[in-house]
């Protein structure tokens, strides 16, 4: 294993991965990069033979059903006629759980953290108060601080927030996730007396909070409350007291600014009024991709759905102005391009890995293990809210980022925790 100073540099690199899902693309693929070899580098060649199957051992449905889902993922798209072979490079995601499964592994003990480390955290902070401000400024004046100055260019929706990034959504479920990290922390951090912590951590939430309401990301604002909902099951009992106060405050600061704000309340209100354009919308691309999954069965291939959607929805009388590039559903995606199949393969990943967080989760809470307590509670958090938000919106790149970085987090402590029994054994 590398020195302790190879070591938090790689811990930083996963925190200023972090702060890139804000800047864009090319600024959180440059990133991942750089954390890709900074594990190669701190683990070795040596390192990796030995502790890539000690990861994935105590995992091994998760990689059996990605393994099947990687399959008919191919085959469907080898069978397909319209769609490109490039397409295979989206198996990539594949991949990437393992990469942040190795990197994660350095931070499960806790330790003093090292100059390069507090850089890191003092940049995500600074980064996440100017896209709060940035935010709020695009919804006001439909114009965007940063994207101008840096870039020469407008927001994709300019009265809605979406800081340095181009689209609201993928702001949204980077700003969404970062909140939940930052409840997560706040709420432990109250319940084990460290409160100045607690309040540091607050104040963040309350900011990334505040980026999402900007955006007015609707399916992110239910992911939130879903994911609140979802929070007083699986939160360890020591820490229920504090998470109830603190949904308590946070539903009353949400209620008392869409009541106080017309643009968020009537935004909000639009939510369940299936006649406004965008939720039309999303019923008629939902309707036809029901009828082409039962049309296709075992799948059409990724990105195929792009070019038999037009036809499907004249087929079935709806306008043009319906005709999106995704189904604006996530699982409907991978149902329609992967056949039942290879959603239900999907589904099972997704659904093993809560389960085991959230087992992980409660064993860690009997060890008083404080600190593997908010990484899995973050984890269990982010999920929640990911795979709530993929109910109405596809997952853009930050969030499959996320999303793997999230599943990554169980995967490492399951590996760590077998090592321990083997040990004690």
């Known amino acids: 294993m590398a020195s302790e100073k190879s070591l938090s540099l790689l811990r930083a690199s996963l925190i200023f991965f972090l702060a890139s899902l804000l800047l864009g693309s090319a ?28 990861l994935i051992k105590p995992t091994g449905p998760t990689w059996v059903m990605l393994l099947l889902f990687a399959g008919i993922f191919t085959a469907t798209l080898l069978a397909s006629d319209i769609v490109s072979i490039s397409q295979m490079g989206e198996l ?10 190795l990197a994660s592994s350095t931070i499960l003990k806790k330790s003093e953290l090292k100059a390069i480390e507090k850089v890191a955290i003092v940049f995500l902070v600074l980064l996440s108060v100017f896209s709060a401000i940035d935010s709020v400024y695009q919804v006001i004046t439909g114009k965007s601080i940063g994207r101008l100055l840096l870039f020469g260019a407008e927001p994709f929706a300019p009265n809605r927030g979406s800081g340095l990034l181009k689209n609201p959504i993928p702001f949204a479920h980077v700003a969404g996730s970062l909140f939940q990290i930052g409840i997560a922390g706040a709420m432990i951090s109250f319940s084990i007396g460290k409160q100045k912590l607690a309040a540091i951590l607050s104040g963040l939430s309350l900011i990334f909070f505040l980026c999402v309401l900007s955006s007015l990301a609707r399916g992110a604002w239910l992911a939130i409350a879903l994911t609140a909902l979802f929070s007083l099951v699986v939160t360890p009992h020591p820490f229920k007291r504090v998470n109830m106060i603190g949904l308590g405050v946070a539903a ?23 006649s406004v354009e965008s939720s039309s919308i999303r019923l008629h691309l939902w309707d036809a991709n029901v009828k082409m ?6 799948g059409i291939g990724f990105n195929a759905n792009d070019i038999l959607l037009p036809e499907k929805l004249a087929e079935l009388g709806y306008p043009a102005l319906s ?7 996530e699982y409907l995606d991978y149902a329609v391009a992967t056949g039942f199949p290879g959603v239900l393969l999907y589904l099972g990943v997704t659904i093993w890995l809560l389960v085991l967080t959230v087992k992980l989760l409660r064993r ?17 958090l982010v999920q929640s ?13 930050p969030g499959r980022f996320l999303i793997c970085l999230a599943w990554a987090i169980p995967i490492a402590i399951a590996a760590k925790n077998r090592d321990s029994s083997a040990i004690r054994n």
């Open 27 to 54: 600024a959180m693929y440059v990133q991942f990069v750089i954390v890709s070899v900074l594990v190669i580098w701190c683990f070795k060649w040596s390192g990796l033979k030995e502790s890539i199957p000690a």
């Open 92 to 101: 990539k995601w594949l991949i990437f759980p393992l990469v942040f499964a």
């Open 252 to 274: 009353l600061i949400g209620g008392l600014t869409l009541a106080c704000n017309d643009t968020l309340f009537e935004r909000f209100r639009s939510s369940f009024d299936p």
């Open 293 to 298: 999954l039962g049309n296709h069965p075992f």
């Open 323 to 329: 005709f999106q590039t995704h189904p604006h559903n």
């Open 364 to 380: 860690a809470n009997l060890q008083d293990d404080h600190w593997n307590v908010f990484l899995l509670t973050a984890s269990a």
């Open 385 to 397: 809210f990911l795979n709530a938000c993929a109910l109405t919106d596809q997952f853009s790149t």
